[in-house]
């Protein structure tokens, strides 16, 4: 593990991509292991950027309710849960993007290999996988890209109340916050119903991946 850990590294820095599926093919590990990982990884960071978007609407709604107290640290909690915010959204796109690079290497190999049968049966059979893996897939990143989409709004209405708290910690700019609350809830629930339907598109990607 250690041997592959340090390929790792060393392959990402390089950006061999290439090399790196080639070498850990030799180690047992195939791009559609990789894949699957990938996927899974891209479900798992969609999860946790709903619970981080529902974790950042409670802090706001907590400082929509605000009847005294320490407006500074008020502005830390939502500042933080923005910061959070930012991080799962990228973590969120690199995950993608991963799972969009070995996509390419596996189905660009799945295609050059039917050409390397004999057999005319298996080689359809072969071909028709191929089709239906990669309808599927498409049908996954399609929903993972709207999911994406949707969580630029959100980061964007989170920097505003951000900012504007910064340079306004008074009772005042709590009551000009609340009317924006609405919108960011209706956006933060845009976005977690579209990356549950990203999660369940992946489910049924590896199921036929896997099949």
């Known amino acids: 593990m250690r041997i592959i850990s340090s390929l790792l590294l060393i392959f990402t820095l390089t950006g061999c991509q290439s090399a790196y599926y080639a070498t850990m093919e030799q180690v047992?590990?195939?791009?559609?292991?990789?894949?699957?990982?990938?996927?899974?990884?891209?479900?798992?960071?969609?999860?946790e950027a709903s619970e981080q978007f529902t974790s950042a609407l409670e802090a706001l709604s907590t400082l929509t309710q605000f009847d005294g107290g320490e407006l500074q640290t008020m502005y830390d909690t939502i500042?933080?849960?923005?910061?959070?915010?930012?991080?799962a959204v990228e973590n969120v796109r690199d995950r993608i993007g991963a799972v969009e690079d070995v996509s390419d290497a596996l189905f660009n190999e799945w295609r050059d290999e039917l050409?390397?049968?004999?057999?005319?049966?298996?080689?359809?059979?072969?071909?028709?996988?191929l089709k239906e893996t990669e309808r599927s897939y498409s049908q996954m990143l399609a929903a993972m890209?709207?999911?994406e989409s949707k969580m630029t709004p959100v980061l964007n209405?989170?920097?505003?109340?951000?900012?504007?708290?910064?340079?306004n910690l008074n009772?005042?700019?709590?009551?000009?916050?609340k009317s924006e609350f609405a919108g960011l809830e209706r956006e933060i629930?845009?976005?977690?119903?579209?990356?549950?339907?990203?999660?369940?598109?992946?489910?049924?990607?590896?199921?036929?991946?896997?099949?």
């Open 157 to 167: 209405t989170l920097r505003d109340n951000t900012l504007y708290l910064k340079h």
């Open 171 to 177: 009772a005042a700019a709590i009551g000009s916050l």
């Open 115 to 129: 050409d390397l049968y004999t057999s005319d049966s298996l080689r359809r059979d072969s071909e028709r996988k």
């Open 145 to 147: 890209k709207k999911a």
């Open 79 to 87: 500042n933080e849960q923005y910061l959070d915010s930012e991080e």
């Open 28 to 47: 047992g590990i195939h791009k559609r292991d990789i894949m699957t990982d990938r996927v899974e990884a891209a479900s798992e960071a969609q999860e």
């Open 189 to 211: 629930n845009r976005a977690i119903k579209d990356m549950q339907i990203a999660i369940a598109e992946s489910d049924r990607f590896l199921a036929t991946l896997n099949r």
